[in-house]
Structure formats: C-alpha cells, structure tokens
C-alpha cells in the first residue's frame, strides 16, 4: 500500500544554505534594533528616555531629592543601556519575526498552526506584564517605600542600581504574565494533562505566592499585584490547552497505510 506523503518532502536544503538563511536573519535583527535606537537617540534622546523610565521613583521620592550618579560615567552609559534596551523591547516583534522566518519552512502545518499563534501571545503577554509593572505596580509600591524611610535618611537613589532593579521587575512580570504560554507548551507535549493541571491548582497558588514574595518589593501591594494575575493567567492556560490540544493535533494517517 502507498505511505502518505510527507508534506516536507523535497523541501531540504544544504546545509550551507542554513547557515547563509540564519546570517541574514541575523543581520536584519541588528539592523531593525539599530534603526529604532537610532531614531530614540535623535528623539526624545537617551536622557530623556532614563527620565521617563525613573518618573515612577522621582514622584515618589521626598521634595528636592534627586537621584544620584555614583559612577564617573554613569550620566553617560546608563541612559544609553535604557535607549537600547527600550529599542530591542520595540523590535521584539520584528525579531520574533525573523525566528518565525527561519524556523517556519521546517515545521508541518499543523506544527504552524501552533506556533504561530504562541509566538504572537506570548509577545502580547510580555509587553502587558511589562506595562503594568510600570504603570500600577511601580505607581503602588515606591510610595509605599519611600514611606518606609527613616526621617533621618535623606533618600536618593543611584541611576545605576535603579536600572538594574526595574530590569529585574520587568523580566518578573513580563514573565510571570506568560503562564498561559507555559501551561499550552506543556500540555501540548504531553508533560501534563488537563486534568492535572486542574488538580495542580491549589500548588501553583502557592507556588505564585512563593515567587511573587521573592521577586516583588517587600509590600504587600507589589505581591498580590504580581500573584493575582498568575493565578488568573493559570486558568486561562487550561483553557487555552483545551482549545489548542483540540485543534493542532497532527493528521492521522490514511486507513490502510503501512506502518
């Protein structure tokens, strides 16, 4: 009896030829991430993309306080890291696409049905983790902060540390929001069933607490900002892998086929 054929068949390319595709995928992620911190460098400029990044902290701190530069070029190179930092977070789709580019000739179509839409959520979900960091949590927990401080401590935050603190809050949150992602990918490999992963339920709450207290600001508002919508993120990831498991599941074979 006649195999099914295989849509990929004839579809191989040297192995030269991957190396030359990978280049210039390569090459068009600089460039795409060159052009945008070109064009912040010229507007609205390094300087003021590191104030809008610490207009969260300045309105929080005491009045006449001001942030501080410890290092002799820190005014310089810590504005530049923001600016393209702030460039490659706005080219991430660009990049993601030239992944997609690369990988996508080799996948089957169901396979591509797949990631297609993962890739897109998943950026969607980061840039919202990565927002509403910024916008309530930030807004929420350096008053609560700075309330914290003895009146004898005059609080002036170096630029430096206050960069590495929101990098690490934006990669907590940008992650944390691509449970629903996490959840999929697993029950799509077969790691995990759905109905474990409603049994699981109780464990991940606790493991959100867990992570939420560790990664957040030592108030309560940053912890239950961060483990609220874990949880809820968790249950959407249940049913999306219902929804996903039912409509990307490889073709089956023809009745008659050889094995």
Known sequence: MPTPTDELQGTEAPFVSHLIELRDRLLKTVYGVGAIFALLCLFPGPSRMYDLLALPLVKALPAGSKMIAVGVVSPFLIPIKV???????????????QIWAFVAPGLYKHERRLVLPLVTSSTVLFYTGVSFCYF??????????????PASVAVSPDIEAYLDFVIT????FGVAFEV???????????IITVEQLREFRRYFWVAAAAAAGLVTPP????????LVPMGLLYEVGILASQFVLKHTQAPEAEPGAAD
């Open 169 to 172: 809050m934006f990669i907590a």
């Open 180 to 190: 629903p992602v996490a959840v999929v990918v697993l029950a799509r490999l077969g």
């Open 136 to 149: 309530f949590v930030f807004g929420q927990a350096f008053p609560a902060i700075q309330s914290m401080a």
């Open 83 to 97: 600016t393209l930092l702030v460039a490659f977070g706005a080219a991430l789709p660009w990049v993601l696409y």
């Open 219 to 226: 108030d309560a508002v940053s912890m239950v900002a961060l």
